[in-house]
């Protein structure tokens, strides 16, 4: 210090090697702040809320194959070969998701929220509702197959397809026992069955004929109650069945839901058929199916859409339910064909593949 020149200050100098007694101000702000940083983290990344990530998922070629198995195949029939993709499209869900993994995905753009409750039902399991998806998978498969081989004009059958016990059915009768008469009445549709019980009431005794294997047979049986139901009480579940000398097999597995149906029944008509159904085109498509062809409304066509785009189709068949949806989320380049049946949507692949036009939504 110069002499004559004087400092001062409003305390003494703290000596450079003195402790200090506790943290500052500032010190304990910047704890709190790490402190509320790291809880909100952990909050963010572990805490998981109640919804569930829509978005798109895989698709497959249902005229190719998957791990290197025919995701189509017909067992003791000749078929035709068939050129271009005939795409199932398929949502992706993801459950369990953290805070921080909700909004990833919703920023990202592609994905959407949607609460738990709508597709898992209070007190239902992950595992019941997985078992849920597949039995919707498997009854479409069964759909389609009839459908395609209705539409080809194949001979029908009815079959029980499911008995219930403790019932005039499950006295005598045997799942896939083909029903051939029942109360007098000829059957040749599942719907003859029904008919054929209307006028009964429970206790009325009726006649069977039915056929296992290649062995005929007809027996008596008394009608039953069941709850809400006034008429007499079978109990046999009667589906329509192909009855056809070849066995036609989907495999396709870790996949739920019934909207696979119009194209597994395409694929079927293409194989099938002489000529290539779509062209040699890249046509995807989604749309639940029953045995006599109609084609019902699905959900997440959007993020279907979107996977049908990026794995090149370029014409993507929408249940005519899902028009008005689909026009205001189709990516360009997709071109958007109504379908009500599976006759129209054979018709537009087949006016498609010639150059010709086909119903748009």
């Known amino acids: 210090m110069t002499e004559g020149t004087d400092t001062v200050v409003d305390q003494a100098p703290t000596p450079p090697h003195a402790p200090r007694r506790g943290l500052t101000r500032r010190t304990w702000t910047l704890v709190v702040s790490l402190a509320v940083v790291l809880a909100l983290g952990l909050l963010g990344g572990f805490a998981r809320v109640p919804y569930v990530a829509l978005g798109p998922g895989p698709t497959y070629d249902t005229l190719g194959q998957v791990n290197g198995t025919d995701v189509v195949s017909v067992d003791g029939q000749d078929t035709f070969p068939t050129s271009g993709k005939l795409t199932m499209t398929t949502v992706s869900l993801t459950d369990d ?33 997985r078992d849920q998806n597949v039995k919707a998978f498997q009854d479409s498969q069964t759909s389609a197959e009839v459908a395609a081989l209705r539409h ?55 006649t069977l004929t039915y056929k ?21 009480f079978l109990g046999v579940l009667p589906l329509d069945r192909a009855d056809v000398p070849f066995d036609i097999k989907i495999s396709l597995t870790d996949v739920g839901g019934p909207s696979a149906g119009l194209l597994f029944a395409l694929s079927i008509v293409d194989k099938l058929t002489p000529g290539e ?30 996977a049908a785009r990026e794995g090149g189709a370029t014409v993507f068949l929408v249940p005519a339910g899902n028009c008005d949806e689909a026009k205001q989320h189709a990516p360009e380049g997709l071109r958007l064909v109504k379908v009500q049946t599976l006759d129209d949507a054979v018709q537009s692949l087949g006016s498609l593949s010639k150059g010709g036009d086909a119903p748009s939504c």
């Open 152 to 206: 080809l004009k194949s001979d029908m059958k009815v079959v029980a397809a499911e008995i219930t016990n403790d019932t005039a059915a499950a006295e005598v009768l045997e799942p896939n026992d083909q029903l051939l008469e029942v109360n007098g009445k000829q059957i040749g549709s599942a719907d003859d069955v029904r008919s054929a019980l209307e006028s009964t009431k429970p206790g009325d005794r009726i």
């Open 212 to 232: 296992r294997g290649s062995e005929s047979k007809t027996a008596t049986v008394t009608l039953g109650r069941a709850e809400g139901r006034e008429t007499g």
């Open 97 to 129: 998701v953290s805070l921080f993994g909700a909004l990833g995905l919703w920023v990202s753009g592609r994905y959407a929220l949607a609460p738990r409750e709508e597709f898992f039902r209070p007190g239902e399991s992950e595992q019941q509702v």
């Open 277 to 306: 159904l779509n062209g040699g085109l890249s046509v995807a498509g989604t749309g639940e199916i029953n045995d006599k062809g109609e084609v019902g409304r699905i959900g997440g066509i959007g993020f279907k859409m979107v």
